[in-house]
Every structure is written in structure tokens, then in C-alpha cells.
């Protein structure tokens, strides 16, 4: 299985401020086709998950633009410009290369 | 609106078998891959399988793999997991989702 790793956030962050959260995935997600087959999720405290960004980099319907994400073939990153209020909860990582899809194990992000 | 609405949750046996249901409404729900995810509270998602959109073909995670059956009817915009043989294990949230879509989960718990 292909194995997701993230990484921890300074929290809490300061609110207005930018938080970048990290996930590296243990094969590469980058398809011959071009694509990087990478979704990222938020789930905020109490709710179900909420699509943020697949393919790596494409924003999903209705999602802020202060959300923005990237990477290579292994390393992938979510950029949160300007931190709010409703930005708090757990970001997930999910690849969808391969079976099993897989999650990484989540970052807290708590607002100062 | 779009809706997934879950249903048939329940506190089972070990050993015991389940079948959870979700109603969807506000989207062709026909033209899409559907799966189910899985929470244990207070931890990470679990992918748990998908079926393509006629429900000719399915893929399930190993941790799961010949107790449940993932199936469908697309006249009745509903999307089943059939849970058999559940152990404690398998105590959990279980939502389903189109990837961009989710329920708001139903609550599995196996204790004797």
C-alpha cells in the first residue's frame, strides 16, 4: 500500500497568518498521463469531509482561493494564505493512484 | 441540493452482519463512481471500496475483502454496504461519497 505521511503544524496559527501543511506519499503519484493523483480534504469539527483539491493543484467547486496546492511526484504541499476562522479542523491527504486509496493520518489546524 | 443520506447504522454483534444504505438527490447519481469511507472516532479516514457507475465492477480494501459487498441501484439513487462478519475492528463512521460528495455518516459500532 502506498503509505501517507503529513506533517504537523505550528499551532496555533495566527489568524490573517499563511499555514502550510505537508504530505509525502512512499511511491510517487505522478501518472504517465501527467497527472498527480492527489486530493486534499478539510473536515471541520463535527462535519463530514469537504473536497479542497484533486489532482494536486485543481481547486474544487466553490473553494476559497487562499487555498492552493502543489508538489512533485512524492512531496505535495497545501498552502492556506491568510488563515480564517472557518479554516480550522483536519486536513487530509488521500492518493488515488492506486488500491487501496489511502489517507494520511491528518493535520490539526487550531486558530490563535 | 445535493444530499447523501445514510442510513442503518446500528450497534451489532461480532459476527454479525449489517447493511447500511445512502439516498442520493440533487446530482445524476448514476454518472458517478460511488465509495465508502470509514472514521474510528477521534482518527483517520479508512477507504473501504468503490463501484463504478453501473455497479458491474467493484474494488475493496483489504482489511475488508470478502465480508463486505459494495452494490447499487441507480433507479433508486441508492448506494448499499452490505457488512458481514463485522468484528470490533470495524466499529466506525462509515460515510459514503462520490469523492466530491459525502454523507454525513452513519455510526457502525460491533460489541457483544
Known amino acids: 500500500d502506498i503509505v501517507m505521511t503529513q506533517g504537523a503544524l505550528p499551532n496555533p496559527v495566527p489568524s490573517g497568518e499563511s499555514a502550510s501543511i505537508t504530505c509525502q506519499s512512499s511511491?510517487?503519484?505522478?501518472?504517465?498521463?501527467?497527472?498527480?493523483?492527489l486530493n486534499w480534504y478539510l473536515q471541520r469539527p463535527g462535519q463530514s469531509p469537504q473536497l479542497l483539491i484533486y489532482?494536486?493543484?485543481t481547486r474544487a467547486s466553490g473553494v476559497s482561493d487562499r487555498f492552493s496546492g502543489s508538489g512533485s511526484g512524492t512531496d505535495f504541499t497545501l498552502k492556506i494564505s491568510s488563515v480564517e476562522a472557518e479554516d480550522v479542523g483536519v486536513y487530509y491527504c488521500q492518493q488515488f493512484l492506486e488500491y487501496p486509496r489511502t489517507f494520511g493520518a491528518g493535520t490539526k489546524l487550531e486558530l490563535k | 441540493e445535493v444530499q447523501l443520506v445514510e442510513s442503518g447504522g446500528s450497534l451489532v454483534q461480532p459476527g454479525g452482519s449489517l447493511k447500511l444504505s445512502c439516498v442520493a438527490s440533487g446530482f445524476t447519481f448514476s454518472n458517478y463512481w460511488m465509495d465508502w469511507v470509514r472514521q474510528t472516532p477521534g482518527k483517520s479516514l479508512e477507504w473501504i471500496g468503490e463501484?463504478?457507475?453501473?455497479?458491474?465492477?467493484?474494488n475493496y480494501a483489504p482489511s475488508i475483502k470478502d465480508r463486505f459487498t459494495i452494490s447499487r441501484d441507480n433507479a433508486k439513487s441508492t448506494l448499499y454496504l452490505q457488512m458481514s462478519n463485522v468484528k470490533s475492528d470495524d466499529t466506525a463512521i462509515y460515510y459514503c461519497t462520490s469523492g466530491t460528495y459525502w454523507g454525513q455518516g452513519v455510526m457502525v459500532t460491533v460489541s457483544s
Open positions: 489532482w494536486m493543484s
Open positions: 463501484i463504478n457507475t453501473d455497479g458491474s465492477k467493484t
Open positions: 511511491k510517487s503519484l505522478l501518472h504517465s498521463n501527467g497527472k498527480t493523483y
